[in-house]
């Protein structure tokens, strides 16, 4: 298993911006869904989900890690939110 640090990751990203270098032009991005691999060293305040064998880190987007009013959790294979 070459890889087998990495642990799966899903970042989910409310909005952004892309600013084109050359041209200095900026788009909007709406919302969107990355997934990947993080070296386990690098997890800062990610969610861990136990998926079987595996963990999987999902980031929330920074508007929802400062939100105090949220929290998810995960429970019996769902996301649910709960009360701080």
Same mark, same amino acid.
């Given at each position: 298993?070459?890889?087998?640090?990495?642990? &799966?990751i899903?970042?989910?990203w409310?909005?952004?911006t892309f600013?084109?270098?050359v041209?200095?032009?900026?788009?909007k991005?709406?919302?969107?869904i990355?997934?990947?691999a993080?070296?386990?060293?690098?997890?800062?305040?990610?969610?861990?989900?136990?998926?079987g064998?595996?963990?999987?880190?999902?980031?929330?987007?920074?508007?929802?890690?400062?939100?105090?009013?949220?929290?998810?959790?995960?429970?019996?294979?769902?996301?649910?939110?709960?009360? &701080?």
């Amino acid at each position: 298993m070459p890889h087998a640090s990495l642990v &799966p990751i899903i970042t989910w990203w409310i909005e952004g911006t892309f600013t084109d270098k050359v041209t200095g032009k900026m788009t909007k991005l709406g919302p969107s869904i990355d997934v990947g691999a993080i070296e386990a060293e690098k997890l800062t305040d990610e969610l861990i989900v136990p998926m079987g064998e595996l963990k999987v880190a999902i980031r929330l987007p920074e508007e929802l890690q400062s939100a105090e009013r949220l929290k998810l959790d995960f429970s019996n294979g769902a996301f649910v939110l709960v009360d &701080p």
